[in-house]
């Protein structure tokens, strides 16, 4: 299994994951539009049949920042190391950009500390990270933690 960038054919599939994990209550929901707005941020993982069993984001937020965002992983898809597999591409093309911090928003810190994030405090990150916090359901009282990695 090996990231690939996302093309038009996986937005569907894309969408139905990352909404499943929103569902739960686990992650931002994201509309087909934005998804398909975005797709250039997108890597997937597929599986032998060529079906997407798994996609991220790298979403540039400024000069300095980038995102990682709607890592999601078909559920019996877990513990298969397919999320690092999309991190670590994350982190490739980050460091390919020249893109010097990475940050995300998690319930699961642990994951992301074991690729080199290190928690801190939201009020750290710039105020222009927030833009979407506003459509989510738990706004003001954001429960995530927040990550970065900076490249050295």
């Known amino acids: 299994m090996k990231a690939e960038k996302a093309r038009i054919g996986d937005a569907e599939r894309m969408h139905k994951l990352v ?10 929901p ?13 890597f997937v993982i597929r599986d032998d049949s060529s079906q997407v069993i798994a996609c991220v984001a790298l979403h540039i937020a400024w000069a300095d920042l980038a995102e990682i965002k709607s890592l999601a992983v078909s559920e019996h898809r877990h513990e298969q190391g397919i999320g ?3 991190v670590e591409a994350c982190l490739d093309e980050a460091k390919e950009l020249a893109i010097p911090t990475i940050f995300c928003l998690t319930y699961k810190p642990a994951f992301f500390e074991k690729h080199g994030f290190r928690q801190v405090d939201k009020m750290e990150l710039p105020r222009k990270v927030w833009a979407e916090c506003y459509h989510c359901p738990k706004f003001p009282n954001c429960d995530e933690v927040a990550l970065v990695y900076r490249f050295k």
Do not use: C, H, Q, T
């Open 30 to 42: 994201r509309a087909l539009s934005e998804i398909y707005e975005n797709l250039r941020d997108f």
């Open 84 to 86: 690092s597999l999309l």
């Open 19 to 28: 909404n499943s994990f929103a569902d739960k209550g686990v992650m931002l």
